[in-house]
């Protein structure tokens, strides 16, 4: 089992950037889960946004939306999962999930393959 704790949310005005941090206890299980970054917004649906592989080679993104103005990286050492968020725009607003999967495959993008999940940062662009 793992726990999930987000950090780095924010407010930010159109085309600013922000860093969030998904922070993995214990430490020690980190490398035994693929990750994915998540988001919500209000009155919709969550939506995959990004996932990397356990040893941080394989990157996925969500569509032409996010590609290009967002990275997701790994830091094993540090149990910690991180989602780069360049030239944001005010349809980025959302409360971002980070999220854990023990499990091989490729299915991703689906928020049903991951096991565990924290509870969120708010991330609000102003325009």
């Known amino acids: 089992q793992v726990h999930l704790v987000e950090s780095g949310g924010g407010l930010v005005q159109a085309g600013g950037s922000l860093r969030l941090s998904c922070a993995a206890a214990?430490?020690?299980?980190?490398?035994?889960?693929?990750m994915g970054w998540f988001r919500q917004a209000p009155g919709k649906e969550r939506e995959f946004v990004a996932a990397i592989g356990r040893g941080g080679g394989n990157t996925y993104y969500a569509s032409e939306s996010v590609k290009g103005r967002f990275a997701i990286s790994r830091d094993n050492a540090k149990a910690t999962t991180y989602l780069q968020m360049n030239s944001l725009q005010p349809e980025d607003t959302a409360v971002y999930y980070c999220?854990?999967?023990?499990?091989?495959?490729?299915?991703?993008?689906?928020?049903?393959?991951?096991?565990?999940w924290g509870q969120g940062t708010q991330v609000t662009v102003s325009s």
């Open positions: 214990p430490a020690r299980t980190f490398t035994f889960y693929n």
């Open positions: 999220a854990a999967a023990d499990r091989d495959g490729s299915r991703y993008y689906s928020d049903l393959w991951y096991d565990y």
